[in-house]
């Protein structure tokens, strides 16, 4: 079995791709279902039974929100704007942290130790706060007018990308740094390869496979980031306040993006009342969350533990294969080790 045509990594995505690409057609093919919903029902008796939000039972099948829409379509509709964006915030990171660990691979130690030392206090402050110490101040901007939601929302995606950076360019520097210490990279300095070739043709081919594999940890633990977020009310694409409050301060919000986040954020007051509100956007995450974690694990058994699928065919034979052709070509068994030296 190839590793593209494996169930266990096209099954998750496809589920992710499905949820994306439904979340642009549905909003465009069947536009109603975004509406407020009826103010109330009414038995066939004509009395009124019921007002939004209303549960599953009533509307079908996930309930609705306060205004009565259908929480179902409306999740999906803003299933785009929390999966792509976590995926454009992982991305970012990726290239900003491999940006930032060549750099710091090739520092002098005591370069790295400042950065180090300094890197080590801030992972100590839980990401979320640092987050919403930074966005605290545009959310008031774009509540007071003075911000686009799109806008908002792209400056978002910049920041929870550009505040990981750092942390994942150390670790990926120091994960580089002793991969340079192998003996093929010290002959490789010895008769003259520059840094551009030791990048090229050493840190490149290893480094690729962990790529993958980082990325999709990425993506998973930037919508955990976006849960943590919208807990704090501050989501993508913003929020919007109304006071509703006369004797009282009495706040809601409402989202143009309707995503996932921001979907529960809106709710979350409601949560001992209509648990379902909170508890439903929640189940989204977790499946997406379940989903890049499949993904991760496959790919690191196949490209890091090369740990590949199993197959049954005829032309397949209990000859185990050459040792030379299951050994990575830039690591040493312990034999060979012993006649380098």
Same mark, same amino acid.
């Given at each position: 079995?190839?590793? *593209? ?127 919403? *110490? ?24 910049? *920041? ?18 002793? !991969? ?75 989202? !143009? ?40 694990? !496959? ?16 032309? *397949? ?25």
């Amino acid at each position: 079995m190839s590793i *593209v045509r494996s169930l266990r990594l096209w099954l998750p995505l496809s589920l992710l791709f499905i949820t994306i690409a439904a979340s642009f057609i549905v909003p465009v093919v069947y536009p109603e279902l975004l509406e407020p919903g009826p103010r109330y029902l009414k038995d066939d008796a004509g009395r009124i039974i019921s007002d939004p939000p209303y549960t599953m039972e009533e509307m079908k099948p996930l309930g609705s929100d306060k205004l009565g829409r259908n929480l179902f379509y409306l999740l999906l509709a803003g299933a785009k704007y929390t999966l792509l964006s976590a995926i454009a915030i992982a991305l970012l990171r990726m290239i900003g942290g491999f940006a930032f660990g060549i750099i710091y691979a090739f520092l002098p130690a005591w370069a790295r130790q400042m950065i180090k030392g300094i890197g080590d206090t801030f992972n100590f402050i839980p990401l979320a706060i640092i987050a919403f *110490v930074l966005l605290t101040p545009l959310q008031l901007a774009f509540e007071a007018g003075a911000m686009f939601s799109f806008r908002f929302l792209v400056i978002e995606v910049l *920041v929870i990308a550009i505040i990981v950076i750092p942390s994942l360019g150390m670790y990926i520097g120091e994960e580089m740094k002793e !991969y340079l210490k192998n003996d093929f990279v010290s002959v490789s300095k010895q008769i003259g390869a520059s840094r551009f070739y030791i990048i090229k043709r050493h840190l490149r081919p290893q480094f690729s496979r962990h790529a993958l594999v980082m990325f999709s940890e990425q993506i998973s633990q930037t919508l955990y980031l976006l849960i943590q977020l919208g807990v704090l009310h501050i989501c993508l694409g913003g929020l919007k306040t109304e006071e509703f409050g006369i004797m009282e301060h009495i706040p809601e919000y409402f989202s !143009y993006t309707n995503e996932w986040a921001a979907t529960m954020s809106i709710n979350i007051q409601m949560v001992f009342l209509h648990t379902w509100l909170v508890l439903t956007p929640l189940a989204f995450f977790a499946v997406s969350i379940f989903c890049m974690n499949e993904v991760t694990r !496959y790919l690191k058994e196949v490209l890091l533990e090369d740990a590949l699928p199993a197959q049954q065919t005829n032309n *397949v034979t209990d000859k185990p294969a050459p040792e030379a052709s299951l050994t990575d070509p830039f690591t040493f068994s312990k034999r060979s080790k012993e006649g380098f030296h």
